[in-house]
């Protein structure tokens, strides 16, 4: 043994020794951190040269980034103040920037009273790869584990869940917390609690180490989950069981569509069953073990069945197609699909559908083919016996003359009769397969799709008119009925229809409607340029012309005789270039009116090229007429008053019936032309006579006023002399009366009658003027009031008289009251006057505005009755009866003034009437 101080004189050697061989860096490092000193290992460990860290600072060796640097540095440094020395992982940069992880020790050393620090780094970097790893793969685990589809749980003895992964809790519906608070029976299907029970029972007592089982869970929802559950015991060291270990993976999807299959094969049972088809199988080689079905109708064997034996059963004449519809199925490997008779036990054919399909395995090997065999016998009877009839409604449709057609529910044609073809020169065929639409006129064809609707919706039928084209191009109208069939729930099934040839109809039917149109333009119009205009209008659009044109003579004022025309379906200026048509051998007949003049191509007409100079023909720029048709306009006196000329651009338009229809009009223009001519002459006469009339009205009215202010002045005039002679003749009786004769007396007398009787006349003359003069004024009148009034004042004439008057009550009438009263008071006072004693009047009404005075007195000569009424005309003698004469010649005055009319019935001896009419009251 060596003395210590020999020892410690061998301590630096021996250090230097530990030094260079230690494997972990020792660096010392300066108070200001710089490197003082560096082991083999330190260098190795930082990729530096022996030496090369030393004079370095610190800082230089660390991977922290500065700023994190500066805080790690001091934390070290603070602890290392405080206690001496620091130990923990360092994160270290190599020379080549690589940096790794060391545990390091650093301690505070005191060298000759200055501190240094003594740091010792040892190389982690493998053990925290490790680390890394190892944390990894248990992340890994733990989302390997959380992640699973399968629900992973620890599942305490009794029951409750300790541990799961993510899976569980969603496929149960549940948050992880919740899950934690049920136990496994609160979410398994009541049904199968106990049985789980029981299994795990038996587990933990080691009967067997795990178990798999479907079971049932209930969802949160409450919905219901199929799962395949694996469940193992885990036991501790001792084989203590300590929990249950389950893996649970949801199959929900799978059971369902293992149900949906069970179900589609059960269903699939029942319709076999249900369709009482037969159904039947071969092997991979197309040959027949057995199928009882058919042996049951047939009343083969076994025997006779297998193979190809089946096909004996078959009808005699289905025997070989049926063999190789067989074959040609099974060798293609594709459906089979054959019909025939087959014979039943009591030897009756049947007919029988048999269809099959092979069925191949998941590498496409045949396996077998399986079938049905179906009773098709009342279906193929029923499709036979529709066949017939379609065949039967075929030849039907076929034999009319109408267009025949039908057409499927949806406006699909199925049929056509050949007609369409004779009309339209399209095959029935191509017709059907679409091309109907062709056939259609454009304008047509909406109207006939609303037509089809509309039927199908509110009915079973339809009318609809339309124009089908014919071979030349040209469309006619065609009456379209259509009727549909309906099945038993009210379906459309089928349409029929017709289409019936209506054109000639048609026009007549326009041609009419035109006629009549144009006849009341003629009934309510006599200007001559619009009834031309009508008729050129209405005769072109009659027959569907291109063109129309009217030319006709008229006369003017002068009594020359010249042209006017009016056109249709061209503007005016088409003619006007061509001055007038001549009387040619085309026109000429027309403008002499001989009848009417029709040709189908008027360009090939022999007389068309006959027209002579200048034009030779038809006229350059002339409307293309080709089809041509004119008829004369003759009136009823025979004069040819013009020509309606009609054109189209097609050949062999215009027919008799065009003629017919033309010629109605041009009767009808006549009668209008003529009638408006004969108006225009009415007018201008009538004008001429109203002319006179007034004329003459003004002469009368005014010799008439001064024949009034005649009688006036005359009778004013008059009554001075006549009081002359009265005052004289008075005079001569009072001075000289006694002196005188008595002759003389006699003749005062007369000459004073005389002169009072003139009095009087000119009294009523006045009376006359003055009526005549005077302003009416008409008002209600109580002709009853008024009469009784008037009769008084006519009694009081007559004071002698025994005449008893009678006045209906309620008379009423529109009248001038005064007036009216004077003429009463005239006709009273005669019937009182011509009445014989005791005799009755009476005032009355025959209606509501004719009135009556009556009497029962001596009556008037029915030679007379005009007469009585003329001013001064009497029947009597003043000695008879007195009177003027003016009486009745006031009524009637007065009466013709309230614009009535007055007149008398009588019969010579029997009494006499007067009747008046006056405005009856109103209200
Ligand atoms: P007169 O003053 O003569 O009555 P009228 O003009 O009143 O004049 O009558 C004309 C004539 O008509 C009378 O003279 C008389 O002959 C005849 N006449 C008028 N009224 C009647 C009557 N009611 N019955 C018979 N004759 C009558």
Redo the contacts with the bound molecule.
Sequence with gaps: MRPAAELAGMMPAIQAEILASMTEGVSVSDGQGFIVYTNPAEDRLFGYEPGELIGKHVSLQNAYPPDENELIVNAVFSELKTKGHWEGEWHNKRKDGSTFFTDSRISVIEIDGHSYFLCVQRDVTERKTAEAAAAASEAYNQALFENLAIGIAIVSLDGRWLHFNGALPKMLGYTREELLKVKFSDVTHPDEVERDWNDMSRCAAGEFDSFVREKRYIRKDGAIIWANRTVSILRDADGKPLSFLGAIEDITSRVEAERALRDSERRYRALSTATASLVWATDRDGLVEDIPGWREITGQTPEEVKGYGWLEAIHPDDQETTRKMWRAAYESGSLYDATYRLRQKDGSYCWVNARGVPLFNDKGELLEWVGVLEDVHEARLQAQALRESEAQYRQVAEGLPEIVWSAAPDGRLTFVNQRIFGYSGISSDAVVRGSWLRVIHRDDRSSVMRAWTEGAESGSRFEVELRLRNQKGDYCWFLTRAMAIRSESGEITQWFGTCTYIHDHKATQRALQMTNQFATTLATDLDLERIVQALCDASTSAIEADFGSFFYNVINEGGESFLLYTLSGAPKEAFEKFGMPRATQVFGPTFRGEGIVRSDDIRQDPRYGNMGPPHHGMPEGHLPVVSYLAVAVVSRSGEVIGGLFFGHKKPGVFTAEHEQVVSSFAAQAAVAIDNARLYERVRSMNQELERKVHERTANLLTANERLQAFTYHVSHDLRAPLRAIIGTSRMIQEDYGPQLPEAVHGFLKRQAEAAAKMGQLVDDLLKISRLSRQEMVTEHVDLTHLAKDAAEEALSIHPYSTVDVQVEEGLAAEADPRLLRLALV?LIE??V??SPRGGVVRVGARDQNTFFVS?Q????DETYLER?FEPF????RDEE?T???????NVRQVVERHAGKVWAESEAGHG?TFYFTLRPATG
């Design positions: 005239n005669n019937a006057k011509y009497d007195g001596i009556g008037i009585i005309y009497r029947l009597h009866f009177g003027t004469g003016i009486g009745l010649a006499t």
